[in-house]
């Protein structure tokens, strides 16, 4: 199985590992949208950790960031919180906590407007602002006056950069969500689906990836094909697919399969010498969401899909 290096924050799992924590997501019905920011924090670079979870009638919260500068440490600092229907005064506030034993961190978020249009996450009227030496390093949300009102301090003269999401979830067929190539970038509508083609004794499983509606990419035979790679080129960016979708052929009960789209360079780099996918996107055009390529950033996006029977 394909493995990514990011895991659940210990607030949203058991204390068991591996597939025991995957086991607490689905038995749970808790649905998780996790995304990694690197940014500048008290003159050190730092990854910000933010977590959505849904959970029943609740939504959660949770913000944390890497302490110890050591690359073996997995020390962190974080905050929680749970937004009950009944408890209005969480839908705002403030919380501070410590990184490295000596940096103080402050968060600060508003969700008593947020629109959550039945996701997991808001999609509007809201924010989330972490805060370190009267700098906002980073913002989420759309009510930025209001964050840098509530929390009196001036932007970060180093914009974040977001360099993973993972996201677990549900369906039989087909798989939904969306996907930015970055921060500031507009939203892209992904989809995966699981097809039966053929007829009689010759039917044989089939999967289509779209992005806003075209396909990228088209396997056949996934009996043979259920572990592999292809580049794809959408909106002048590279993207990497992997996949793994062994448990949803053979193993029995409730089981993910695990896809990766890994974006890299634009398309339109000199430096990209690899052929074309005959899938490639040659209908898209523009630029990467009106960014300037010089500056970017390679992304993951950990799709954790959960079939259900």
Request: glycine content about 8%; proline content about 5%.
């Amino acid at each position: 199985m394909l493995q990514d290096p990011i895991g659940i924050p210990s607030c949203f799992s058991s204390s068991t590992t591996g597939d025991d924590q995957y086991a607490a997501v689905t038995k749970s019905g808790q649905s998780l949208f996790m995304s990694v920011y690197k940014t500048q924090i008290a003159g050190d670079l730092r990854c910000i950790t933010v977590t959505w979870f849904k959970h029943l009638l609740i939504h959660g919260l949770s913000v944390s960031v890497d302490g110890d500068d050591s690359p073996e440490s997995t020390e962190y600092s974080s905050c929680k919180v749970e937004i009950k229907p009944w408890c209005f005064w969480r839908k705002q506030g403030s919380k501070t906590f410590t990184i490295a034993g000596k940096t103080t961190i402050d968060v600060f978020w508003d969700l008593k407007s947020a629109k959550f249009n039945g996701e997991t996450e808001p999609t509007s009227e809201y924010y989330v602002a972490v805060v370190c030496d009267q700098e906002v390093v980073l913002l989420l949300g759309d009510l930025k006056k209001d964050a840098y009102r509530k929390t009196g301090c001036r932007p970060a003269l180093i914009d974040p950069v977001f360099i993973s999401r993972k996201e677990h979830i549900f369906g039989k067929k087909k798989f939904s969500t969306r996907l930015k190539f970055h921060e500031k970038g507009r939203f892209h509508e992904l989809s995966i689906e699981c097809k039966n083609k053929g007829g009689g004794d010759a039917v044989a499983p089939a999967m289509e990836i779209r992005i806003d509606g075209h396909l990228m990419v088209n396997v056949k035979h996934l009996q043979w094909k259920f572990r592999g790679n292809e580049s794809i080129h959408f909106s002048k960016v590279r993207i990497e697919v992997y996949w793994d979708i062994h448990d949803w052929l053979f193993s029995p009960g409730l089981r993910h399969a695990l896809f990766i789209f890994k974006l890299t360079v634009p398309a339109s780099s000199p430096a990209i010498s690899a052929p074309c996918s005959p899938f490639s996107s040659s209908r898209s055009s523009g630029s990467v969401d009106g960014f300037d390529p010089s500056g970017f950033d390679e992304f993951c996006l950990f799709l954790y899909a959960w079939k259900v029977e």
